[in-house]
């Protein structure tokens, strides 16, 4: 079978799987969101939490509460790394400083997970398990929490409570997340992938030489970060580490955990409004898009230039060999499509148009599918907006599920979509604009101009993925890419969130013979032109400046 061939099936294998598991998995999820009856686990921690899980919360207590929680998580998770050195199973490691310390706090804590260091020199077993793998789950469950209060601000009429943040969070993780974590590491251990507590080792290499390694729990980490969308990993070259990520296999599973979550959310999103067609319109989208970027990535990589690289039938630097080109290019399309940032090979060797597609799938705001939670409330703003620019081009009032999109609406839907976009753009011109940001450009020209623009939208878009060829661990990109984290996560949630509130509030419009229908092929082909032309408009400048240049000179 030639690689092109293997590719494709590899490729459609994943479509299928992931197809047969949005109707199961979907529904699982909205049972899960919508049940009235707490397990006896669950009341533990509401009682522990002190909250009452039958309250509900207006939209501006449940923001309150992402926002209490997510700051009490990052002075947890600061203080964990700072004291380190004091800590049992901390493997002898030294503190962590307080720059990265900062932005490894704030990277876990928005579904990011950015790393400018070396997970196996820098973190003991504690602060990978105790620290960042539970903010993987919770961070995750945040985001999920956040799309759920968005759904049923759409689905709930003259109502002005949007759920219990507290209980949307202990679900998410307990029901959801947990359960198939748990499953997911089991079969990563019988692939290969190493789970243990074991300290520093000495393993001899094939030259003969000697080797320190330290063994970590992988397996249980490497589960969590795929389904959630988070992509930290406890080895520095993440997927691509042969403990992490074994076999062509493993990385079809691995592939498979970053899509399944985010691409069964519609489902219970279409369970939720009363219409399992909405949820079909929104899964169709991310889906044409998603394919859409695997070919144009697929195609870049496997025709690239040069006399090598046409002799061997594409370019195999920074890939790992047992995935080869096709593998690696699906693995990178989806991680900057669903917000992940795990990565099985070196973003920084794609060719020109190959990163710049890279780049361009979080510059879409990562809504094909996005991040767990994250995607489906990206692309129910998205619609917002496509049913408004529609209602405008026939001289209507727009409406999406029965229910009127007015000035608030259309305005909080805009701040959403200029958050991103003023923190990508502003970010990089200052880290080129000054000398200690230029400092972190391993490469001149429009490469490196590609890889500070790669840096801040990864950080903005909380994707958490990189062209690693910037030297980014510095107190200066330390500071600004964790501001960029900060601000591109929670500044959206509130909007979303103020949405929820404003569309909850609204008694529900019946349909007419003007209201356009939010189920048929025609919305979902008007919601994906309207997502490109938004990024289109927006970074074109950039995007010339940086891959476009370098892949057309």
Known sequence: MTSTAAGIVFIASLVLAVAACYRPLGDYMYRAY???RHLAV?????????VDADGEQRW?????????FSAASVLTLYGLQRLQNHLPLSLGMEPVEPA????TAVSFVTNTNWQAYSGESTMGHLVQTGGLAVQNFVSAATGMAVAIALVRGLARGQSGTLGNFWVDLVRGTVRILLPIAFVAALVLVAGGVIQTFAGHSAWTTLTGGEQTFTPAAAASQEAIKDLGTNGGGVFNVNSAHPFEN???WTNWFEIFLLLVVAFSLPRAFGRMVGDNRQGFAIVAVMAGVFVLSVALTNWAELSAGGTVPQAIGASMEGRETRFGVSNSAMFASATTLTSTGS????HDSYTALGGGMLIFNMLLGEVAPGGAGAGLYGMLVLAVITVFVAGLMVGRTPEYLGKKIGAREIKLASLYFLVTPVLVLVGTAVAMATETGRSAMLNSGPHGFSEILYAYTSASNNNGSAFAGAGVNTPFHNTTLGLCMAFGRFLPIVLVLALAGSLARQAPVPASAGTLPTH???FVGMVAGVAVVLVALTFLPALALGPLAEGIR
Do not use: D, M
């Open 34 to 36: 919508t049940g009235t």
């Open 42 to 50: 669950e009341r533990i921690a509401y009682r522990l939490i002190g």
């Open 60 to 68: 501006g207590t449940y923001a309150r509460s992402v926002l209490a």
């Open 100 to 103: 990265p310390a900062w932005n």
């Open 246 to 248: 074994p076999a062509a």
């Open 343 to 346: 990565v099985n090979s070196f």
């Open 520 to 522: 048929r092929p025609q």
